[in-house]
């Protein structure tokens, strides 16, 4: 169930610390998850939306046991000095997991960058890893008045927004990104939310084609029929 901070607890996390993450996935070496960077990616398990154009539903189930544990994270770090510049905590939402924080000071502590990719769901959980991050890779998915038709979740925009805040002010790094569902999206929406993001600060705002690959039967057929018309 959820606790006070919006993150849903999950049997892992009774042991506490790193060594709680459910990571269901390691990527040892990436050069495009982190701009600029050499890094290894840990995808964390669990996520509270169901965006419509997801490529990885299999991550969205917060029960989900994790498939790697920290220790390998851990051991591939510590074999990888002067060979990697940092680790991005990815997801799934990675600040829903109680042990993120205790991850990124870990990092830190061994030397590296520590990135993150982030929709904003969870914005205290965010406030508090923020003094531990280098670099936020940060998911704005629409205009305000469009955010439910892509999460499925009504109050996600004020999430996402808050949240976007508390990077901006916060000084870190940031590259705002915008996946267009043209399912969804119009062009008029796309400029209307680029107005919005420059009027907030953001100078780094790319915007990434959906890609049909690993999303649903039906949304792969609505994609379709709205590029074919």
């Known amino acids: 169930m959820p606790d006070a901070a919006g993150a849903v607890r999950h049997p892992q996390a009774a042991t506490g610390g790193a060594d709680s993450l459910a990571i269901a996935g390691l990527t040892p070496l990436s050069s495009c998850d982190w701009p600029g960077k050499l890094v290894a990616t840990v995808f964390l398990q669990g996520c509270p939306w169901k965006c419509t154009y997801c490529q990885n539903p299999e991550l969205i189930d917060p029960r989900a046991a994790g498939q790697v544990p920290w220790s390998r994270v851990r051991g591939l770090l510590s074999r990888r000095h002067g060979l990697l510049d940092g680790l991005v905590l990815s997801g799934g939402e990675p600040t829903r997991q109680d042990g993120l924080l205790d991850a990124a000071r870990e990092v830190r502590a061994l030397g590296f960058g520590v990135g993150l990719h982030t929709s904003g769901a969870y914005p205290r959980r965010l406030a508090a890893v923020l003094p531990f991050v280098d670099w936020v890779g940060f998911d704005v998915k629409a205009p305000a008045a469009l955010y439910r038709a892509i999460t499925g979740v009504g109050a996600s925009a004020d999430a996402a927004f808050t949240s976007l805040r508390l990077v901006l002010d916060s000084g870190v790094d940031v590259q705002v990104r915008t996946t267009v569902d043209p399912t ?14 420059r009027k907030l600060g953001v100078r780094s705002h790319v915007l990434q084609e959906v890609r049909p690959d690993g999303t649903t039967p039906e949304y792969r057929a609505a994609l379709a029929a709205v590029r074919a018309s």
């Open 184 to 197: 969804v999206l119009s062009a008029g929406d796309m400029a209307e939310l680029g107005v919005t993001l």
